[in-house]
């Protein structure tokens, strides 16, 4: 039997948070509320529907209410774990940060309790910018509290049911979401950035290979085979180029071990006081929160973010660059090793932003983006020539050291000595830096 279309199962997905497809269990919901409460269950309404889980508002006996989210079907029990070990943890070893506290959890549901307050998103537009600005500062001191959070393994947490959170699987939506979810996968957990990109294209690989065209059109069934196609070519690309950049890891040894990575706090998932707009109450939406190294936990807000292709005016812009600064500020004052990794903008970063694509649907950015991206690569020849002028035993790394001490730093060639404090690698004009700051160091005088 062939493999599903992953178009169809993701219909189907979609399909199943509608009432009429995905309806709530309400005796296993009232069972665990008896179970975890000692409480009846007065009303169940849901607020939201997603393509793996419906997350529904519980008003209980005694007049509380609580939340409860049930996952579909075909949703991979990973993310409802991770989710409950994330909050978990955060209530344990955060208690600043206002993580919903888990009451209840089985293998398709899990009660937490209903964050005080209103979304910020109903209330942001209203606020003062000196408001706004003590919310991004909290969000910045956030930021920076979980990047000081070391782990060992880039994944997702889990809870082992005793006392211990560990790194698994990664329950990011490019490896769980949708007909992703129950899909064998390589989700990790991985001990280096280049086993990572190498288990994001065995994934794009994997999930083009299961199309299937069915009993689809001869046009179709083109096109399918063409998308195959476009994948194979860019998934080919992303291994050479993963490959050929031989020390992702340890050319930055600085911002290569792992923290969580606060990624989608905003405002959709913040609730603030009411009465007090810049009081942060409650944070939720944990799900597919993960483990990453450093140079990918540190980034501005998305939307805080300027950008010049946003339809917003100037004095939007204005207030987004303010709040950006606001939120780099903080930062750099908490640890200036988060700003430092913000304004990492290299090759690693390039990658990653493929690796979250889908490569099926997204096949006309990533191969242009890949195609960039190989041809800033040198050669296995010049890099060989580049580790000989830098190995100071070789004739040539003995004449380039002379060339610098008589003609300074204004020769052709200039040897930047990686000891020296005054070093400063440059930043290529293109898509990223494909050079690890300890891989190179020649700059080329041109002028």
């Given at each position: 039997m062939s493999a599903p279309s992953l178009l169809i199962l993701d219909h189907f997905m979609a399909n199943q948070s509608l009432a009429s497809g995905f309806a709530f269990d309400r005796i296993a919901i009232e069972s665990a509320v008896k179970r975890a409460l000692d409480l009846e269950v007065v009303e169940i309404t849901p607020i939201r529907w997603g393509s793996d889980c419906l997350t529904m508002d519980v008003e209980l006996s005694d007049a509380t209410e609580i939340i409860a989210r049930e996952v579909g079907p075909l949703t991979s029990i990973m993310r409802l774990e991770s989710e409950v070990a994330t909050m978990q943890y955060l209530c344990q070893h955060f208690p600043e940060i206002p993580a919903p506290v888990v009451l209840y959890q089985d293998s398709h549901l899990v009660l937490m309790e209903k964050m005080p307050g209103v979304l910020l998103s109903t209330v942001w537009e209203t606020l003062s910018l000196y408001d706004k600005r003590k919310i991004v500062k909290q969000v910045a001191e956030w930021n920076v509290e979980l990047f000081n959070c070391r782990f060992e393994e880039m994944g997702?947490?889990?809870?082992d049911g005793m006392m211990d959170f560990f790194v698994g699987p990664m329950t990011s939506d490019a490896f769980c979401a949708g007909a992703r979810g129950p899909m064998e996968l390589d989700r990790g957990p991985w001990r280096s950035t280049t086993d990572y990109f190498y288990s994001c294209a065995q994934r794009e690989l994997d999930l083009a290979r299961s199309l299937d065209a069915g009993n689809a059109s001869k046009?179709?069934?083109?096109?399918?085979?063409?998308?195959?196609?476009?994948?194979?070519?860019?998934?080919?690309?992303?291994?050479?180029?993963?490959?050929?950049?031989?020390?992702l890891d340890e050319d930055d040894p600085e911002l290569a071990p792992f923290a969580i990575d606060l990624e989608d706090v905003g405002p959709r998932n913040l609730f603030v006081d009411p009465e007090q707009p810049s009081k942060i109450t409650g944070v939720i939406g944990w799900q597919g929160t993960c483990v990453r190294p450093l140079w990918m936990c540190a980034h501005l807000p998305k939307w805080i973010s300027p950008s010049l292709c946003s339809p917003i005016d100037a004095e939007e812009r204005d207030e987004a660059e303010y709040l950006a600064d606001v939120f780099r500020r903080t930062a750099e004052s908490l640890d200036p090793l988060f700003v430092q990794a913000m304004d990492a903008d290299d090759?690693?970063?390039?990658?990653?932003?493929?690796?979250?694509?889908?490569?099926?649907?997204?096949?006309?950015?990533?191969?242009?983006?890949?195609?960039?991206?190989?041809?800033?690569?040198?050669?296995?020849?010049?890099?060989?020539?580049?580790?000989?002028?830098?190995?100071?035993?070789?004739?040539?790394g003995r004449a380039v050291r002379i060339n610098l001490v008589t003609t300074g730093r204004k020769g052709t060639l200039a040897l930047a000595d990686m000891s020296s404090d005054d070093f400063i690698p440059l930043k290529i004009r293109g898509p990223s830096n494909v050079f690890g700051s300890n891989i190179l160091g020649l700059c080329m005088d041109i002028g």
């Open positions: 997702s947490l889990y809870w046009g179709y069934k083109r096109m399918l085979s063409a998308q195959r196609e476009a994948v194979e070519r860019s998934m080919d690309l992303l291994i050479d180029i993963v490959t050929r950049c031989r020390s090759i690693r970063t390039a990658l990653e932003e493929v690796a979250r694509m889908d490569a099926v649907q997204d096949a006309f950015l990533i191969l242009p983006t890949l195609e960039s991206l190989t041809a800033t690569l040198p050669g296995e020849e010049d890099l060989d020539g580049l580790e000989a002028l830098l190995n100071p035993l070789t004739l040539a």
